[in-house]
């Protein structure tokens, strides 16, 4: 029985890396593409509200909070 050997295994870099002289990989395309406007509300509101690690924040409410703007996002059908 012949034995099955795995591709080797890749970061998320390397498929920025072009290969024999080729263009860079930019990665995988979704199957269904999806078109949204990101208000800069949006993007201003998530800016000012990064997360730091400090003991005092919890991640989770932070979270919540950056999952509540994403929901501010209009797809575009």
Known sequence: M???VPPPRRTL???GQATNGKNANLGFQPANQ???DIKNTVLNALK???YSG???ECPNIH???FYEACG???LKE
């Open 2 to 4: 012949a034995r099955i």
């Open 13 to 15: 870099g390397d498929y």
């Open 34 to 36: 999806v078109s949204f």
């Open 48 to 50: 000012e509200n990064q």
């Open 54 to 56: 400090a003991e005092s």
């Open 63 to 65: 979270l919540s909070h």
């Open 72 to 74: 501010y996002t209009d």
